[in-house]
């Protein structure tokens, strides 16, 4: 291996390290204000909003690659269908699309 | 006693596998391609893989390949990461507030293991987190994106064109199949979820913010903004 690309990946993994370990570590049983508990208790559904749109939009060219994918998940979600289902689901169904394009 | 722990531990745990299963099938197409560009980039399959053990985090793994191919020095590459995978912050915050009180060293390993995946699977499970539950997840998840680094490096091919480009949208699905539930159940979550989306949006594509940034700083508006409304309203609909 080479020594250089070692080094990166060592230097690479402690920074991806650091923000992912030190909240967990030093707000251990600090009791947050409220308001930032409130706060933090958002956090999830946000992230959820933001790692959905735009990017599903934008894995394929075709923009109805990413909308049908989109709509397809949605309704089956909505009818109370496990993750994994949707997941699958999407998959068939686009795997279907794209036989068509 | 000890018997009825053990048992709650491992069911936890197993719980915890099944619902990382889903991440598993999203990492697969991911980490081939990863492991495939990496062997073009000119990496050995050893440092192949063990960036994917050491990092843990697909979006700086991808742009650590482009600044090699493009001859960038480490130190950038090292900053580079530092700023794309800086969002982890704020997950494990709000996963501070979610997991069960445990032992510091405990949690300190399974925050190795927070992804933009794995933490959505977590943060959304009703309840409290127990850590058994935690390291089932992580280990299903960290498990596909480790050993699909190395598959992808070794065959030098991803999946079929046409099944690699519809497997894209497993984990956009998997996020919606997450998000689903808890929009039905909870008013509050649409406005959480429809506000990060739009000013994710306007941040990557209008302002053209890196990935990283715009979702942190979308999903932190959202989520203050969303808090402020619902207290002034003196905690009402909550639910």
């Known amino acids: ?101 | 006693m000890e018997t009825t722990l053990v048992v709650r531990k491992s069911s936890q745990f197993r719980q915890g596998v099944q619902a990382g299963i889903s991440i598993a099938i999203g990492y697969m197409p991911i980490a081939l391609t990863f492991g495939l560009l990496a062997k073009t980039t000119g990496l050995g399959l050893l440092e192949t893989v063990l960036m994917s053990m050491v990092v843990y985090a697909g979006a700086s793994q991808y742009i650590s390949l482009n600044l090699l191919a493009l001859g960038t020095g480490i130190f950038e590459i090292v900053l580079t990461t530092f700023i794309v995978n800086i969002r982890h912050f704020l997950m494990s915050a709000s996963l501070n507030e979610k997991a069960e009180q445990d032992k510091l060293w405990k949690k300190a390993l399974y925050a190795f293991g927070i992804t933009d995946e794995t933490f959505s699977v977590v943060a959304t499970k009703e309840g409290t987190v127990t850590t058994s539950y935690i390291f089932g997840v992580n280990i299903v998840s960290y498990g596909s994106w480790v050993i699909s680094s190395g598959i992808g490096y070794v065959v030098g091919a991803s999946l079929p064109q046409s099944l690699q480009e519809s497997m894209s949208i497993a984990l956009y699905a998997m996020f919606i199949g997450l998000l689903v539930p808890a929009l039905k159940k909870h008013r509050k979550t649409i406005w959480l979820a429809g506000l990060a989306a739009i000013f994710n949006s306007v941040f990557s594509l209008v302002l053209k913010l890196s990935t990283g940034w715009a979702i942190v700083s979308a999903t932190l508006l959202a989520a203050v903004i969303v808090e402020f409304f619902y207290k002034e309203r003196g905690g009402v609909d909550n639910g």
């Open chain 1, 1 to 101: 291996m080479d020594k250089m690309i070692v080094l990166m990946i060592l230097g690479m993994g402690i920074v991806t390290y650091i923000p992912r370990m030190l909240p967990l570590v030093v707000f251990n049983g600090v009791k947050m204000p409220p308001f930032l508990q409130g706060v933090l208790k958002n956090v999830p559904y946000a992230t959820l909003g933001a790692l959905i749109v735009p990017g599903i939009f934008l894995i394929n060219e075709d923009i109805w690659f990413g909308v049908i994918g989109f709509i397809s998940a949605l309704v089956i979600a909505w009818f109370g269908a496990n993750v994994i289902i949707v997941v699958l689901t999407a998959i068939v169904v686009l795997s279907v699309y794209s036989l068509f394009m």
